[in-house]
């Protein structure tokens, strides 16, 4: 049945089907993105698809590939009432990923909102129309998408003045000294390095911990 929407899809959008594949039980269209927007109305209207349920939005960089677009904007749909699912793509955005843009489909399924603020966030890809359209899980300030593929994984992300906002609950800053790059581990193990020796409350603690697994045993 999946099989067949991507029939109706491609014969209400002549031409703007680009192409259309089935891999590990996941029927897919790739789009033109100037009909992204149309194409999920459609998915989501026609009483022969009804695809009621959105279910999952992301994107992948193809930096490493060559191809231009760079980027895949992958959307995940299925249908309640028919029981079937496809997953619709388009591509955006040159080799260096500027206009990277889609329409967005906040309008069609309210669900995507967060979906794309994420896309947003972390590969730097504009959706037109959103309502809400900022970061969401880095801080305003940060420079860069870290999750595009030319990311430099030991960048060190600015500092920035401690916001003194009442009733949240938050830690005091970090020092001026304790940036720390986006993808370094931090973990205690991996900064004192094995051999490295533990305070009185430390070894207090795991001893407990110890007695306890023996215990159990």
Same mark, same amino acid.
């Given at each position: 049945? @999946?099989?067949?929407?991507?029939?109706? *899809?491609?014969?209400?959008?002549?031409?703007?089907?680009?192409?259309?594949?089935?891999?590990?039980?996941?029927?897919?269209?790739? $789009?033109?993105?100037?009909?992204?927007?149309?194409?999920?109305?459609? $998915?989501?209207?026609?009483? #022969?698809?009804?695809?009621?349920?959105? &279910?999952?939005?992301?994107?992948?960089?193809?930096?490493?590939?060559?191809? &231009?677009?760079?980027?895949? &904007?992958?959307?995940?749909?299925?249908?309640?009432?028919?029981?079937? #699912?496809?997953?619709?793509?388009? #591509?955006?955005?040159?080799?260096?990923?500027?206009?990277?843009?889609?329409? @967005?489909?906040?309008?069609?399924?309210? =669900?995507?909102?967060?979906?794309?603020?994420?896309?947003?966030? $972390?590969?730097?890809?504009?959706?037109?129309?959103?309502?809400? *359209?900022?970061?969401?899980?880095?801080?305003?300030?940060?420079?860069?998408?870290?999750?595009?593929?030319?990311?430099?994984?030991?960048?060190?992300?600015? *500092?920035?003045?401690?916001?003194?906002?009442?009733?949240?609950?938050?830690?005091?800053?970090?020092?001026?000294?304790? =940036?720390?790059?986006?993808?370094?581990?931090?973990?205690?193990?991996?900064?004192?390095?094995?051999?490295?020796?533990?305070?009185?409350?430390?070894?207090? @603690?795991?001893?407990?911990?110890?007695?306890?697994?023996?215990?159990?045993?």
């Amino acid at each position: 049945m @999946s099989k067949k929407v991507l029939e109706l *899809l491609t014969a209400q959008f002549p031409g703007a089907v680009l192409e259309t594949h089935s891999q590990f039980g996941d029927d897919t269209a790739v $789009l033109d993105p100037a009909v992204w927007r149309d194409a999920a109305l459609f $998915l989501r209207n026609d009483p #022969r698809t009804l695809m009621n349920m959105f &279910v999952d939005l992301t994107a992948v960089d193809y930096l490493w590939r060559g191809d &231009v677009p760079r980027f895949e &904007v992958v959307c995940h749909l299925r249908s309640l009432e028919r029981n079937h #699912r496809i997953r619709i793509k388009a #591509r955006v955005g040159d080799e260096e990923g500027n206009g990277a843009e889609i329409d @967005s489909i906040v309008p069609v399924w309210k =669900g995507a909102n967060w979906f794309e603020r994420e896309c947003y966030d $972390l590969l730097g890809i504009v959706f037109k129309g959103h309502p809400d *359209l900022r970061r969401i899980l880095m801080y305003p300030e940060f420079e860069g998408h870290p999750l595009r593929k030319d990311y430099p994984a030991n960048r060190i992300q600015p *500092l920035i003045p401690f916001r003194d906002v009442p009733n949240t609950g938050k830690l005091p800053p970090f020092g001026p000294d304790e =940036g720390m790059s986006f993808g370094r581990q931090s973990h205690d193990f991996a900064l004192r390095g094995p051999g490295a020796s533990i305070d009185g409350d430390e070894a207090v @603690s795991n001893g407990k911990r110890a007695g306890a697994l023996e215990e159990r045993s």
